[in-house]
């Protein structure tokens, strides 16, 4: 019997059915941009520029926990409140100008068109190279970004953002988050989870967290979506990859103790396959986690039309939008 590879799970994963996704810097290219407004502050103030140590401490985390942990840091000669004025300030000035990251449009657009496999009509043409039971992939939305900051960031991408129903859209000032259980804590995935079985159409079974497949940039989000037993990706930006080289594999396994003190049968094994690393979403190997898309044709089928007749929009090519 040939040994186990590092790599391979304690038991073969189920088929990905649905995918939660994190937003800034994992979505959208905003990570410099909260850097460049925080600068700004701290220039103005005389202190030094943010470095990655802090910045990777921040990342992730609710408004108000990544405010405090800030200002504990920072030690401006303004209230935390006066500081928050400032920074929001000089976001609604700047955030305007987001734009999706690499791969972001064309993985929404072809998540969003695995809806075929629900709506497909019984004399549809079958397709080849399809296994043999092709499933619907829901997606949610978890981040911890205000509606307020949300809406700042997001005004002018409505079409991208459109494939995420209002319903399965968890922000971090969600009243159903207590306070105090941002991420790293397991809340907002479970939440989010929770969004996407709540809506299930009849009779399709509960999605279960081992069935879930996270999306995110940030440490304390790696930790949270292991926390919520989901499998993870992890795609940071590259001076958060550079921070934390050399200790890959905790941040995969969840085990950087950037949540203190934690039960350690909540968090992952070094190399257990439940998470992996992206440089980028550009060419997702959807075949590695058993999601089946449909070509870019059924959208041409009218069962793939909404009610209003206007069908959904999606691209291959990465430069436009994402489904309806």
Avoid at 176 to 190: F, V
Avoid at 255 to 262: D, F, I, K, W
Wanted: charge should be negative; charged fraction near 25%.
């Amino acid at each position: 019997m040939a040994p186990k590879t590092k790599y391979e799970a304690p038991f073969r994963f189920p088929s990905v059915r649905a995918c939660l996704f994190d937003m800034d810097g994992l979505l959208l290219d905003t990570e410099d941009i909260y850097t460049q407004c925080i600068n700004m502050i701290l220039e103005k103030y005389g202190k030094p520029s943010l470095p990655w140590s802090i910045k990777a401490k921040l990342q992730g985390r609710p408004g108000p926990t990544a405010h405090a942990l800030f200002h504990d840091w920072a030690q401006l000669p303004v209230s935390q409140e006066e500081y928050m004025a400032e920074n929001f300030e000089l976001q609604k000035k700047y955030f305007p100008g987001t734009r999706p990251l690499p791969g972001v449009p064309k993985l929404l657009g072809d998540l969003g068109r695995t809806r075929y496999w629900d709506v497909k009509e019984p004399s549809s043409t079958a397709l080849p190279s399809m296994p043999p039971e092709p499933h619907r992939v829901h997606i949610a939305l978890a981040s911890s970004s205000h509606k307020a900051n949300f809406k700042i960031k997001t005004a002018h991408l409505t079409e991208l953002f459109s494939v995420f129903e209002t319903q399965r859209r968890v922000l971090g000032d969600d009243q159903r988050i207590a306070p105090g259980r941002g991420k790293p804590l397991p809340d907002i995935y479970l939440l989010a989870l929770k969004t996407i079985n709540d809506s299930l159409p009849e009779g399709e079974k509960p999605i279960r967290p081992e069935e879930c497949l996270v999306f995110e940039d940030s440490v304390p989000g790696c930790e949270s979506g292991r926390r919520a037993g989901m499998r993870v990706i992890w795609c940071p930006h590259p001076m958060l990859k550079k921070e934390y080289e050399g200790r890959e594999t905790d941040v995969l396994a969840g085990r950087t103790g950037e949540a203190g003190e934690v039960d350690m049968h909540q968090v992952g094994e070094q190399d257990d396959g439940w998470a992996d690393y992206m440089e980028s979403l550009v060419d997702f190997p959807y075949e590695k986690f058993g999601i089946a898309v449909p070509p870019l044709e059924v959208e041409k089928e009218p069962c793939m039309m909404a009610e209003d007749g206007s069908g959904m929009v999606s691209t291959s090519s990465g430069d436009s939008a994402a489904p309806a």
